[in-house]
C-alpha cells in the first residue's frame, strides 16, 4: 500500500464550487505539505504543517483553506474555485527531527483538478 | 531573483553520454540539497541528497555540491531512454522551521 495517499485523483468542478482534497499518510510523519504545480513553474507551496496544532501559509495560499485532522490526515479546500486553481495538486510528508538533518519529502500520487 | 533557478531545458542527450543538470541557490544558509525526479503526470521522487561540499555518487548518478559558488549539480552518467523525465533540485536552510524550495525543473530528453 501506498503510503502517502491521496483522494480523489482526478476531478472536474465548476466555478464556485466547494472542494476538498484530502490526503493521508502512514509514514508516521509530523510534517505534510500542500503543493500545486503547473506546467513550467514547478511545485508552489499552498501550506504547510509541522505538527497537528502547526499550520502556515505558503506562497500562494490565497483561495485555499487546509485542516490538519490529525498527524496522518491534511486537508486541502477550495471554497470557491475559479478556473485558475485548475492544476495537478500534491501532498507531501517529511519527518526533521532537528536542525540541520535532511528534510526529504515523500509525495504522494497527486489529484488532478479541472475547473470549468 | 528565484530562490532555486535550473535552466528548463530541454535538455537532449544522446543515450549512454553524460547528462549534465545545474541548478544555483540564493540562500547562502542553506544545507540540504536534494534531486528529485518527474515522470510526466506523476509525482516527484527522491534520487538523493547531499549537504557536503563536494561529490556524492549513488549508482549512475553523482551529485556535486559546491557552497561557495551557491550551486548543485546532478550528473547521470551512460543515460538511458528511461531516464527521460523532468529533474527538479531543492533546497533546504539550517533552522528547524526552514521548508524546502523547488526549482522549476529541467527536462531532460535522451535520444537514441
Known amino acids: 500500500d501506498a503510503d502517502v495517499t491521496q483522494t480523489p485523483r482526478n476531478r472536474i468542478t465548476k466555478t464556485g464550487k466547494r472542494i476538498m482534497l484530502e490526503c493521508s499518510q502512514t509514514?508516521?510523519?509530523?510534517?505534510m505539505y500542500w503543493y500545486r504545480q503547473d506546467p513550467g513553474l514547478g511545485l508552489r507551496l499552498i501550506y504547510y504543517?509541522?505538527?497537528?496544532?502547526?499550520?502556515n501559509k505558503g506562497e500562494i495560499s490565497d483561495g485555499y483553506s487546509v485542516s490538519r485532522q490529525a498527524q496522518a490526515k491534511f486537508s486541502l479546500s477550495l471554497e470557491s474555485a475559479i478556473p485558475n486553481q485548475t492544476a495537478l495538486y500534491f501532498c507531501?510528508?517529511?519527518?526533521?527531527?532537528?536542525?540541520?538533518?535532511?528534510?526529504?519529502?515523500?509525495f504522494g500520487p497527486g489529484t488532478r483538478l479541472t475547473v470549468l | 531573483q528565484k530562490e532555486v533557478e535550473q535552466n528548463s531545458g530541454p535538455l537532449s542527450v544522446p543515450e549512454g553520454a553524460i547528462a549534465s543538470l545545474n541548478c544555483t541557490y540564493s540562500?547562502?544558509?542553506?544545507?540540504?540539497f536534494f534531486w528529485y525526479r518527474q515522470y510526466s503526470g506523476k509525482s516527484p521522487e527522491l534520487i538523493m541528497f547531499i549537504y557536503s561540499n563536494g561529490d556524492k555518487e549513488d549508482g549512475r548518478f553523482t551529485a556535486q555540491l559546491n557552497k561557495a559558488s551557491q550551486y548543485v549539480s546532478l550528473l547521470i552518467r551512460d543515460s538511458q531512454p528511461s531516464d527521460s523525465a523532468t529533474y527538479l533540485c531543492?533546497?533546504?536552510?539550517?533552522?528547524?522551521?526552514?521548508?524546502?524550495?523547488f526549482g522549476s525543473g529541467t527536462r531532460l530528453s535522451i535520444r537514441p
Open positions: 504543517s509541522f505538527d497537528v496544532k502547526d499550520i
Open positions: 509514514k508516521g510523519h509530523d510534517r
Open positions: 531543492a533546497v533546504n536552510g539550517y533552522s528547524s522551521a526552514s521548508k524546502i524550495i
Open positions: 507531501a510528508t517529511s519527518d526533521l527531527k532537528s536542525a540541520g538533518s535532511t528534510d526529504t519529502q515523500y
Open positions: 540562500d547562502r544558509g542553506s544545507q540540504s
